[in-house]
């Protein structure tokens, strides 16, 4: 089977719980999707890649997947794990709405939430696909594939 895959990053703010400042929040992923042709309906693809969370995380691995339904389900839904600089570990879960009035901003805008091993919400965040500085590199990442991928 053809499948194909993308490198994707996506910057903005957590704002963790109990606290009422904004810390910087990145993450790069590369994405795999088994079949070409699930994108109609639903694709579930395999992502790794680094995250980066201002005094949790610094360019930590990451694993998770990033649900692809924009026609079927009119979202895009991304959750990936990795483990914190405290040695803990986190799971961060976030869906891009696709559809209304802010078809434009549903390929961009990500909110999601960021919780501990113990299933607590750490904070919440608010992501963000730039698409004056990541655009090009997303368009050049995609790649019809087979395979594993190489982790970042």
């Known amino acids: 089977m053809i499948g194909f895959s993308f490198h994707e990053?996506?910057?903005?703010?957590?704002?963790?719980?109990?606290?009422?400042f904004d810390r910087p929040f990145r993450f790069a992923l590369d994405v795999r999707f088994p079949r070409a042709?699930?994108?109609?309906?639903s694709a579930v693809g395999r992502a790794v890649g680094k995250v980066r969370i201002d005094g949790i995380a610094k360019d930590a691995?990451?694993?998770?997947?990033?649900?692809?339904?924009p026609l079927g389900k009119r979202r895009i839904r991304y959750e990936f794990g990795f483990r914190g600089d405290d040695g803990k570990r986190y799971r961060f879960e976030g869906v891009k709405t696709i559809?209304?009035?802010?078809?434009t901003r549903g390929w961009t805008d990500l909110p999601g939430e960021l919780r501990g091993e113990d299933g607590d919400l750490v904070?919440?965040?608010?992501?963000?696909?730039s698409m004056q500085r990541?655009?090009?590199g997303l368009l050049g990442s995609f790649r019809?594939?087979?395979g594993q991928l190489r982790r970042t």
Do not use: C, D, Q
Not at 9 to 20: F, P
Not at 37 to 41: H, K, N, Q, T, W
Not at 61 to 69: F, K, M, R, S
């Open 134 to 136: 990541h655009l090009k």
């Open 144 to 146: 019809l594939a087979s």
């Open 123 to 129: 904070g919440k965040a608010r992501l963000r696909f």
């Open 99 to 103: 559809g209304g009035l802010t078809y």
């Open 9 to 20: 990053v996506m910057e903005g703010t957590l704002e963790r719980a109990g606290e009422r």
């Open 37 to 41: 042709l699930g994108v109609l309906s």
């Open 61 to 69: 691995p990451a694993e998770g997947t990033l649900e692809l339904a």
